[in-house]
């Protein structure tokens, strides 16, 4: 079958207002050229993010309505720890608001300073909890995984040499070990069972911890049954048990596969940990049996984890991106290879190599994206990492350009209209200007800094060309 068979039919819809290229040049001038900036009113296509963008299903709905919101000992509560133990079978399983919640109650307790915590490589907020609790945080990733050509299946692996190396190194300073699946931050790529297993022997045989980043373990173990040998034939769930049976412990963000629009959970198995984590959860998320969540958020997660794990769903939602890849592949745009789990990779610099990284590429592409065709995606590249503590600036190690699909929400004309988009902008990329920024807060500054588009006149008075200057197709 040629066409990705979406494997749902839609119930309620959401309108999306067709905007024209003039509107959207003059609404990047007004955002500064920054595309959190924008009101999601005005974006055709939104891929920004993966997290708590997707589309609940009819039963999440009807679960909603059952949601019980007792302060302490909910029944909606039960069924949230159910569906989680079912999958994960950990000691105990305490709901948050949201992934970073779970994380910044861990390193609460496994953080300090002078502690040395390692991971495939850690997604910023997991990086920013464990700095923020004085520790440091190192990527111990495959050389693979930082190599946007290499065509390894599982990018995502952690290096064992290296992190055997590393566990002999720092000794005592290390107070558990991660493994972040898929790794977001290396372009959602996964990591494979034998390498799960491979750093959990590690661990047991340094007598550490070892905790689970598991975002999106449902993508993970899709790939684990189709890339991994002797996978084949079993199933998601039981792969997904397989996987944290691991384990002793992991942090979640449901926004992802948890398939709700907000909710996670940070789960472990020694008593004492768990203790602490409750104490500190009451200080800061609510009762343990909602965490900061509501009875109804719990009920979500609970029916999303049920569906998450079924395969057809998971074979479209792969499929989506290794269509776009193909496509994009075909028309000359560089893009992270083989397809991640939630997201689109462009390398932003080798396509725009006309433009320094400290001119910021992935931030010309981002801007060039929305002005072509009203598509919302995100940099991750100088723009996002390059500022120093000092306040000086080094360029990255890449330039990307981060296309993450919301679950269940676009369709296979959405993606050919995504592919329309970059064929259009490849016959005018070396038109495409750098940046510089205007304005910047000290920290986190992708969020909220402005820009100033590089040369060709003054880019933020009403009369400037735009971005662009290009024949006006796409609508
Ligand atoms: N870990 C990973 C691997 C993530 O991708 C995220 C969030 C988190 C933890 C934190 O979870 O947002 O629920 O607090 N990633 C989002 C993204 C924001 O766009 O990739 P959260």
Redesign the pocket.
């Known amino acids: 079958m040629k066409t990705i068979f979406e494997p749902f039919r839609i119930k309620s819809v959401e309108p999306i207002r067709m905007t024209t290229r003039d509107e959207r040049r003059e609404l990047l001038r007004e955002a500064h050229y920054n595309l959190f900036s924008l009101q999601s009113k005005d974006v055709l296509i939104d891929l920004?993010?993966?997290?708590?963008t997707g589309a609940m299903s009819a039963n999440q709905w009807a679960a909603i309505m059952r949601g019980d919101e007792s302060y302490a000992g909910s029944p909606s509560f039960d069924r949230f720890v159910a569906a989680v133990g079912n999958l994960m079978p950990f000691e105990h399983i305490i709901p948050v608001?949201?992934?970073?919640?779970?994380?910044a109650i861990l390193f609460s307790i496994l953080g300090g300073a002078g502690n040395n915590i390692p991971s495939n490589t850690?997604?910023?907020?997991?990086r920013g909890n464990i700095e923020a609790s004085g520790a440091i945080a190192h990527d111990l990733v495959i050389a693979e995984g930082n190599d946007p050509a290499s065509l390894h299946p599982f990018k995502g692996n952690m290096d064992l040499k290296r992190l055997e190396a590393y566990l002999g190194e720092h000794g005592d300073t290390v107070p558990c070990v991660m493994l972040?699946?898929?790794?977001?931050?290396g372009g959602g790529q996964p990591v494979s069972l034998e390498n799960i297993r491979g750093v959990s022997k590690l661990a047991r045989d340094f007598g550490k911890p070892f905790i689970i980043?598991g975002?999106?373990f449902a993508e993970n173990a899709w790939f684990i049954k189709s890339r991994e040998p002797g996978q084949g034939n079993r199933s998601i769930p039981d792969i997904v048990r397989d996987c944290f049976a691991c384990a002793d412990g992991m942090?979640?963000?449901?926004?992802?596969d948890g398939m709700a629009n907000?909710?996670?959970w940070l789960a472990l198995n020694d008593p004492d940990m768990a203790e602490q984590a409750r104490a500190r959860l009451i200080q800061t998320e609510g009762f343990p049996t909602y965490g900061g969540l509501a009875g109804r958020d719990l009920e979500a997660i609970a029916q999303g984890l049920e569906e998450v794990v079924d395969e057809d769903y998971l074979r479209y939602r792969v499929a989506t991106n290794d269509y776009i890849i193909a496509r994009l592949d075909e028309l000359g745009v560089p893009v992270v290879k083989p397809a991640g789990g939630?997201?689109v990779f462009v390398d932003a610099r080798q396509w725009l190599p006309h433009i320094e990284p400290l001119a910021y590429p992935g931030q010309a592409l981002v801007c060039g994206l929305y002005e072509t065709g009203g598509i919302r995606s995100?940099e991750i590249g100088s723009v996002m990492f390059g500022r120093q503590p000092d306040g000086s600036e080094t360029p990255a190690a890449m330039e990307l350009v981060?296309l993450?699909i919301p679950r269940r929400t676009y369709t296979q004309s959405h993606a050919d209209y995504i592919v329309e988009v970059f064929a259009e902008l490849a016959e005018v990329r070396t038109e495409l200007r750098g940046f510089r920024i205007a304005q910047q807060p000290r920290l986190l500054r992708h969020f909220s800094c402005s820009f100033e588009p590089l040369g060709g006149g003054n880019a933020v008075t009403a009369d400037d060309a735009g971005v662009l200057q290009l024949p006006r197709r796409t609508a």
């Open positions: 920004l993010t993966d997290s708590g608001h949201q992934g970073r919640a779970a994380e850690h997604f910023d907020t997991t972040t699946i898929t790794n977001n931050a980043d975002c999106r942090t979640m963000s449901a926004k992802k907000i909710g996670g939630h997201a995100c981060r993450a």
